[in-house]
């Protein structure tokens, strides 16, 4: 019996590591964020010398949020050209288009729509890189073989980079990102506090967690 009130302990608690990714995304969109221009960056992050585009969500890749500044849960398309201006642009879908004018970094944003309707991500990616006039692309190396295979099944070559300018940029924190991070630590050890003392105080019943004649469940200690 103690044995699985142990379990669902551990169970209960483990479930509770989200929160920690959640209290971090908020406060660190809760200011309007600051980023040291790509061209301005360390001498030793090397600029790329051909367009490079990523692909992906922003919640787990760093990079990507780091580049836009722009919480998604959902794939976006960021594509920097290293021309005397620096250009970057942001192609989101039609539903995350304001959301991303407001939030991100990056000045141009695009909507998906602009270049056509019911387009594949592959299709998509193709009227893009047509559109700035590409025809060679540097992408990370996760970016998906699939995708790199339809690019390159029209004409367009795409070489995988092992360093990227804004993965080494990251190493080097703003005085606001510090900022971010002691808050964001300070929030997600109260909360894991809390946490901890309503498992502690819980009671096994059945290999079920109890408290106050009800079941904790993860829901209900986050909920708290």
């Known amino acids: ?39 301005n960056q360390t001498e030793s992050a090397k600029e790329p010398q051909k367009p490079f585009l990523m692909v992906s969500e ?8 780091y580049a836009t500044r722009f919480l998604a849960a ?62 060679t692309i540097e992408v990370p190396r996760y970016f998906p073989l699939y995708t790199a295979e339809a690019l390159r099944e029209n004409g367009i070559d795409v070489v995988a980079v092992e360093d990227m300018v804004m993965t080494k940029a990251r190493a080097t924190k703003t005085e606001q990102e510090l900022t971010h991070i002691k808050k964001a630590q300070s929030a997600c050890e109260k909360a894991m506090d809390l946490a901890v003392t309503i498992i502690k105080k819980s ?6 967690l109890m408290e106050n004649g009800v079941i904790l469940t993860s829901e209900r200690v986050k909920a708290y």
């Not at 141009?108 to 193709?126: A, I, P, T």
């Open 58 to 65: 922003s919640m787990r890749n760093a990079d990507m949020y």
């Open 74 to 135: 959902d794939p976006f398309i960021y594509l920097r050209i290293p021309d005397q201006e620096q250009k970057e642009i942001l192609i989101v879908s039609q539903m995350e288009y304001g959301r991303a004018k407001k939030e991100s970094i990056v000045k141009k944003v695009r909507s998906s729509l602009d270049y056509g309707q019911n387009l594949k991500r592959e299709e998509l990616l193709v009227e893009i890189l047509r559109g700035e006039r590409i025809t």
């Open 203 to 208: 009671t096994v019943k059945e290999n079920v």
């Open 1 to 39: 019996m103690v044995k699985s009130g142990l379990t669902w302990r551990y169970y209960v608690f483990g479930s509770l590591c989200s929160v920690k990714r959640s209290i971090t995304s908020f406060i660190f969109r809760s200011d309007k964020p600051k980023r040291i221009p790509m061209s």
